[in-house]
């Protein structure tokens, strides 16, 4: 077999369609370092994997319910289908109130969705809380963690530990002055996580001095080999600050003490995550918290040291040039071998999946496209000289329907951008909720699919407020204004505030079940989390809501858009 025929034997496209519908050749020397990522010097194996994952009322499932059997796992046909609702969008961080610690937190999250389901939400959907690594400087970015499987102790509400008040006074004390100490970043105009992280850690040393509870020790056992690994690489990287994994010593051996130190944090994160599921639930919300899954991990990190016998070594994946990145994307992270995934039983897959849906209503995939291919960048190339590889798809979306039905939970894809064609068709399919952006989307509500998460925008895009202040984006602006007008949302002059009324009304309006405002664009923010492309030009990942988290039901802008949307939700009957 030569080169471009074993690649493909391998699942490496050849060729792939460019942002412009062209055929892109992938060169001979890209497609033979994917190879060689692959270990794939002959034909692929046909030996089935440890794990056979057949749907509900196929043949290779006859007689059999959904669930887990000796070498077979029967998933449902699809994920459970969400009541149509509305809800919020929130970055965590940004919902500081006069609580927090300087960020907001997960007590935060907590009054968030108590607050919510009294306004008529049905859910909230939130940022990656996905784990850094311990040290600073801390990572802004929730895309990129160093574990995707665990939480970030950053977003402990820590005066709501009970270990507070088994402290004796002295430390109880030292607690709540740093704790004063903390709160008094509330009023920086950016979240400064480095400043957070250095108080709460002192914190959380001095409540790890408490008695413990013996429910930590049995929730830890529960959690098995996979906690253990982060915990540990936590431990190697307190010792080793700044350097990835690959410039560690072979011989260094992790303190036990400081391995069951970043288990107990971990206990802690699962505790208030569950509290405020809880809380969103009892107070009436029929989904409750929507947990973001990030596509990748840091290279250097806890997910790639655990998985380093799954992860394609001298690759990191990417998109290819298209019209607003003419020279393509390279989002430094380590792709999974998907040959290695099905030998392991997709074990990493169907742990993370499991992880991110504990205590949780639903799950977002971010760039969704990556359960059917992933952009491979081979280490010194260009994204131009990347190539594609496909993964099973089949097997990954019947996991995800496993997890989601095990969880009661629901599925929301993001895929936008360049999709492969059919992608959407089959996420629908397997009951998985595709985005519709209103910025993206050319006709009026009507022709929004039902199997949708619509929104006015996201994390990436211009916020509600902020495309109205933008005099280069005046044809984005017209569009938006002929189909508001439409409608008959908005009158002739229309001003700011009751153009992001309208735009929120409108997608209120769609059959697609679930519609979502975000938090900042309710309060009138102009400024989006994140600016793709900048790293220092930006605030990235850094901006708070422009008023407190205790005092947002008091804006009267963000009250026009609740009542705009419980307007629409209530009174528009889906499609079919």
Wanted: charged fraction near 25%; hydrophobic fraction near 40%.
């Amino acid at each position: 077999m030569n080169v471009r025929e074993l690649a493909a034997a391998h699942g490496v496209m050849t060729t792939y369609d460019d942002w412009a519908g062209n055929p892109k050749e992938v060169p001979d020397r890209t497609l033979r370092l994917v190879l060689d990522a692959l270990e794939a010097d002959g034909p692929p194996s046909r030996e089935e994997g440890p794990l056979r994952v057949v749907r509900e009322g196929s043949p290779e499932a006859e007689g059999k319910e959904v669930g887990e059997y000796d070498g077979l796992l029967v998933a449902p046909r699809r994920c459970p289908t969400p009541p149509r609702s509305w809800g919020w969008m929130v970055q965590l961080y940004a919902a500081r109130s006069r609580c927090s610690w300087g960020m907001g937190d997960l007590g935060d999250l907590a009054r968030l969705a108590r607050w919510s389901a009294g306004q008529g939400a049905g859910f909230v959907l939130v940022n990656p809380l996905h784990a850094d690594s311990p040290g600073l400087p801390q990572e802004p970015s929730p895309y990129f963690p160093a574990s995707r499987r665990w939480r970030n102790p950053l977003y402990l509400a820590i005066e709501d530990l009970p270990e507070v008040g088994l402290l004796d006074a002295d430390a109880r004390g030292e607690v709540l002055r740093l704790g004063a100490e903390a709160r008094a970043l509330n009023d920086s105009e950016l979240v400064d996580r480095d400043a957070v992280y250095e108080r709460k850690t002192r914190a959380l040393a001095l409540l790890h001095e408490a008695p413990a509870r013996p429910a930590f020790e049995r929730w830890r056992r529960e959690q098995g080999q996979s906690l253990e690994d982060f915990a540990t690489w936590c431990a190697l990287a307190e010792r080793n600050p700044g350097m990835p994994y690959q410039e560690w010593s072979d011989s260094e051996a992790a303190r036990p003490e400081r391995v069951t130190f970043h288990a107990w944090l971990q206990w802690l994160c699962a505790e208030q995550l569950a509290e405020a599921q809880r809380c969103a639930r009892e107070a009436g919300m029929p989904v409750g918290l929507i947990h973001d899954l990030a596509v990748g991990c840091d290279p250097g990190g806890a997910d790639a040291w655990a998985q380093r016998d799954v992860i394609a070594h001298g690759m990191t994946i990417g998109a290819p040039p298209d019209s607003f990145n003419r020279k393509g994307q390279d989002w430094r992270l380590p792709p999974w071998r998907p040959d290695r995934l099905r030998e392991v039983g997709y074990e990493p897959f169907r742990d993370l999946v499991r992880g991110v849906l504990t205590d949780a209503g639903g799950i977002r995939v971010d760039h969704a496209m990556g359960l059917f291919r992933l952009f491979w960048v081979p280490d010194g190339l260009s994204p131009a000289e990347g190539a594609y590889v496909r993964y099973d798809s089949d097997a990954l979306l019947g996991i995800l329907a496993y997890e989601c039905h095990r969880a009661g939970a629901i599925a929301v894809a993001e895929d936008l951008g360049t999709v492969e064609e059919g992608v959407p068709e089959t996420l629908r399919d397997n009951g998985v909720l595709g985005s519709a952006v209103l910025w993206f989307e050319e006709g009026g509500p009507a022709t929004y699919p039902e199997n949708a998460f619509a929104s006015v925008t996201t994390h990436d895009l211009p916020t509600a407020r902020g495309v109205w202040d933008d005099d280069e984006r005046a044809a984005e602006q017209e569009t938006v204004l002929r189909l508001l007008r439409a409608e008959g949302l908005v009158g002739e002059d229309p001003t700011r505030d009751e153009l992001v009324v309208a735009m929120h009304a409108f997608v209120a309006r769609t059959p697609s079940l679930l519609a979502a405002v975000a938090l900042g664009d309710a309060l009138g923010d102009p400024r989006q989390p994140n600016m793709p492309g900048t790293k220092d030009e930006y605030p990235n990942w850094r901006i708070p809501l422009p008023v407190p988290l205790d005092v947002v039901g008091d804006d009267e802008r963000l009250r026009a858009v609740v009542a705009a949307v419980s307007e629409e939700r209530a009174r528009q009957v889906p499609a079919g």
